[in-house]
Nanobody, 122 residues
């Protein structure tokens, strides 16, 4: 069984910074892509940033230049450095691991973390 454990959320003032971490555990053989998504109250979940196993990244337009995603393949961990935070960044942030192959299950699957709250006050 694969588990994703997120950490680093919290309350910060506008203009501040936070760093989210997400560690995947289990009998993992490989992970294709890892990423961060967010969902604000009353809104759909949206992609924030993703990174492939070879380091290719993709960002939502709303966070470009402010957020940086990185990944440690050896630790199956993905990070999201969030700078210049705005009140509109307030949401529950979810970690995603896509195309996960394990030694205990045939095929590849996607997994989600439990979410971590990020609140930016004005």
């Amino acid at each position: 069984q694969v588990q994703l454990v997120e950490s680093g959320g919290g309350l910060v003032q506008a203009g501040g910074s936070l760093r989210l971490s997400c560690a995947a555990s289990g009998s993992i053989f490989s992970i294709n892509s890892m990423g961060w998504y967010r969902q604000a109250p009353g809104k759909k979940r949206e992609s924030v940033a993703t990174i492939t196993s070879i380091g290719s990244t993709n960002y939502a337009d709303s966070v470009k230049g402010r957020f940086t995603i990185s990944r440690d393949n050896a630790k199956n961990t993905v990070y999201l450095q969030m700078n210049s935070l705005k009140p509109e960044d307030t949401a529950v942030y979810y970690c995603n691991a896509a195309g996960v192959r394990t030694s205990t299950r045939r095929g590849s699957y996607d997994y989600w973390g439990q979410g971590t709250q990020v609140t930016v006050s004005s």
